[in-house]
């Protein structure tokens, strides 16, 4: 079982950036596609971001488009979030999940659904002050 491990969180103004990165580690075999998403207070977990475990494929939740960058270090077991130009609404725990369906290529897997990931990592606290 792979274990993943975010880090990067912090308190960051308005307009900020910010890098979490997830760290794989354990029975990877090799990288995995790989979501993040992110929990505010009293919301549900909603998605982020998704990269393939090529790097081919990415995706973004429309709020974070043009602001957000994915991307992966395979050589690292290391996947990436670039956040610029922060947002008050985008304070949240952010989480990164590692999904073996989606590695495996399951037709009826959706990145954007968080029951398709099997392996999740702790979550790191995003604040951003206005």
């Known amino acids: 079982q792979v274990q993943l491990v975010e880090s990067g969180g912090g308190l960051v103004q308005t307009g900020g950036s910010l890098r979490l990165s997830c760290a794989a580690s354990?029975?990877?075999?090799?990288?995995?596609?790989t979501g993040w998403f992110r929990q505010a207070p009293g919301k549900e977990r909603e998605f982020v971001a998704y990269i393939s475990r090529t790097g081919d494929s990415k995706d973004y939740t429309d709020s974070v488009k043009g602001r957000f960058t994915i991307s992966r270090d395979s050589a690292k077991n290391t996947v990436y979030l670039q956040m610029n130009n922060l947002k008050s609404e985008d304070t949240a725990v952010y989480y990164c999940a590692a999904s073996d369906k989606l590695s495996y290529g399951w037709a009826s897997a959706q990145y954007t659904n968080d029951a398709d990931y099997n392996a999740w990592g702790q979550g790191t606290q995003v604040t951003v002050s206005s």
């Open positions: 354990g029975r990877t075999f090799g990288s995995k596609a």
